[in-house]
């Protein structure tokens, strides 16, 4: 595992999104900057931890960390497709850690630095247009500590949410698979129609 925080404090924001796969359902991503002193044997990609283990991690990365979440919701995905819903998941995800930025560098006694001085990474081949440096890299959730708190943050939000809309369309069983394809999930689509938080765009 590659360390993002080396000596001198360097401000690495790290980008991921959850979502891209499914059916049905938003895209979330997050953004985050770790401290030196975080525990980052607790992390891993989020699709390597169990969702105990997700749980257990992600208030400590929002207790430490400076976070932020973004989310583009199953209409918009349809209107501009879930490549660029993803891109603007991830810019409404550093906008939101942006804001908490000030107030974290307070409690941890360092100067508030300037967005285009912050560094990004991002999981995949291409990168969202924030107004920073940034970078993209595949596989990043897996050797970055930044990016895999981004990751963590980005999977919970989502299977909350994810079940929080299965109270509301249980037939749907989205608790259980969050919206991915699976083969329950295009039964009860073919048997019943799409639900209220269906992609329309994409194939059944």
Same mark, same amino acid.
């Given at each position: 595992m590659q360390?993002d925080?080396?000596? #001198?404090?360097?401000?690495?924001?790290?980008?991921? *999104?959850? &979502?891209? &796969?499914?059916l049905?359902g !938003?895209v979330?991503?997050?953004?985050?900057?770790?401290? !030196?002193?975080? !525990?980052?044997?607790?992390?891993?990609?989020?699709k390597?931890?169990?969702?105990?283990?997700r749980?257990?991690v992600?208030?400590?990365?929002?207790?430490?960390?400076?976070? @932020?979440? @973004?989310?583009?919701?199953?209409?918009e995905?349809?209107? +501009?497709? +879930?490549?660029?819903?993803?891109?603007?998941?991830?810019?409404?995800?550093f906008?939101d850690?942006?804001?908490?930025? =000030?107030?974290?560098?307070?409690?941890?006694g360092l100067p508030?630095? #300037?967005?285009?001085?912050i560094?990004?990474?991002?999981? &995949?081949?291409?990168?969202?247009?924030?107004?920073?440096?940034?970078?993209? *890299?595949?596989?990043? #959730?897996?050797?970055? =500590?930044?990016?895999?708190?981004?990751? +963590?943050?980005?999977?919970?939000?989502?299977d909350? +949410?994810?079940v929080?809309? #299965?109270?509301?369309y =249980?037939q749907? &069983?989205?608790?259980?698979?969050?919206?991915?394809?699976?083969e329950a999930?295009?039964?009860?689509c073919?048997?019943? @129609? =799409?639900?209220?938080?269906?992609?329309?765009?994409?194939t059944?």
């Amino acid at each position: 595992m590659q360390q993002d925080v080396p000596g #001198d404090f360097v401000f690495v924001a790290g980008l991921d *999104e959850a &979502g891209r &796969g499914p059916l049905a359902g !938003p895209v979330t991503a997050g953004c985050v900057i770790l401290p !030196p002193d975080f !525990p980052v044997g607790l992390l891993n990609d989020s699709k390597k931890l169990s969702e105990k283990k997700r749980e257990k991690v992600e208030p400590v990365i929002k207790e430490m960390g400076c976070w @932020g979440l @973004g989310i583009v919701d199953h209409k918009e995905i349809d209107r +501009i497709n +879930i490549l660029q819903a993803s891109m603007k998941a991830m810019s409404l995800a550093f906008e939101d850690m942006l804001k908490k930025l =000030p107030s974290w560098c307070e409690k941890n006694g360092l100067p508030v630095p #300037d967005s285009r001085t912050i560094s990004a990474i991002t999981d &995949g081949n291409k990168c969202p247009e924030i107004d920073c440096d940034i970078r993209c *890299e595949v596989k990043a #959730d897996a050797k970055y =500590p930044s990016v895999m708190a981004a990751s +963590i943050i980005a999977k919970v939000a989502r299977d909350r +949410i994810m079940v929080e809309y #299965d109270a509301q369309y =249980p037939q749907y &069983g989205y608790a259980k698979h969050k919206g991915y394809p699976t083969e329950a999930h295009r039964k009860i689509c073919r048997e019943l @129609g =799409p639900s209220p938080i269906q992609r329309l765009t994409f194939t059944y």
